[in-house]
């Protein structure tokens, strides 16, 4: 299978904890994106790579929350001291251009008790 | 900043029924998508239009893309149990730096 993939699917955290997920991208695509998703909401913007240049933050994107995506092909996402606002599907997509469709990966469902 | 509504936000409907489900904004955008999503799953996209006024066939769905580019549609006949989900619509700017998303149309087909 040559889509998305992003490990974990799912997470269960203790409030104050840290949470690290990845995302790896279609082989292929210059551009990395991360969202995330509450119930019965769409996805909401979080920030996005063309390669390994994080180029542009959502205010959703609080100090706690980092992104890398260090050699240009998988990404991280790290939330820092976790709280239960924190509770959503984060979901990853990338994309060959952009102008070009995005394509999500299953995401990752995480829950802080 | 550019905001997507879509319309109803909920539908339930009768197996073989058809129905017509709505994105719309006061932006324009250089695409328009359109994703189905499963619960626990990430959306999964179904078309891309791209030119004003355009329509585009995928089996029994029917995709339609307002001539100044700020609005779609999507129409599906003969609904089957099997197109139940939340079906979203995004949108990227002429630039591609800001994409957003609706807050989706979430379908029921009972059998």
């Known amino acids: 299978d040559t889509g998305v993939s992003q490990d974990p699917r799912h997470k269960i955290t203790k409030r104050g904890q840290n949470v690290t997920f990845r995302c790896d991208p279609i082989?292929?695509?210059?551009?990395l994106y991360w969202y995330r998703q509450t119930l019965g909401q769409g996805p909401e913007f979080l920030t996005y790579?063309?390669?390994?240049?994080?180029?542009?933050k959502s205010r959703l994107l609080s100090d706690r929350f980092s992104a890398e995506r260090p050699k240009g092909s998988f990404s991280t996402l790290e939330i820092q001291r976790t709280e239960q606002g924190d509770s959503a599907m984060y979901l990853c997509?990338?994309?060959?251009?952009?102008?070009?469709?995005?394509?999500f990966g299953p995401g990752t469902r995480l829950t802080v008790l | 900043t550019q905001l997507l509504e879509q319309s109803p936000q909920f539908l339930s409907i009768q197996e073989g029924e058809n129905l017509t489900v709505y994105c719309n904004s006061s932006?324009?955008?250089?695409?328009l998508q359109w994703y189905r999503q499963e619960p626990g799953e990430g959306p999964v996209l179904l078309v891309t239009?791209?030119?004003?006024?355009e329509v585009k066939k995928l089996k029994r769905l029917t995709f339609q893309f307002g001539d100044a580019r700020k609005d779609s549609s999507l129409h599906i006949t003969a609904a089957q149990p099997g197109d139940t989900g939340l079906y979203l619509c995004?949108?990227?700017?002429?630039?591609?730096?800001?994409?957003?998303f609706g807050p989706g149309t979430r379908l029921s087909v009972l059998p």
């Open positions: 997509a990338s994309s060959l251009g952009w102008e070009d469709t995005q394509y």
């Open positions: 082989s292929e695509h210059n551009r």
């Open positions: 790579f063309q390669n390994e240049a994080q180029l542009e």
């Open positions: 932006s324009v955008f250089s695409s």
């Open positions: 239009v791209v030119t004003g006024g």
């Open positions: 995004a949108g990227a700017d002429g630039y591609g730096q800001n994409f957003v």
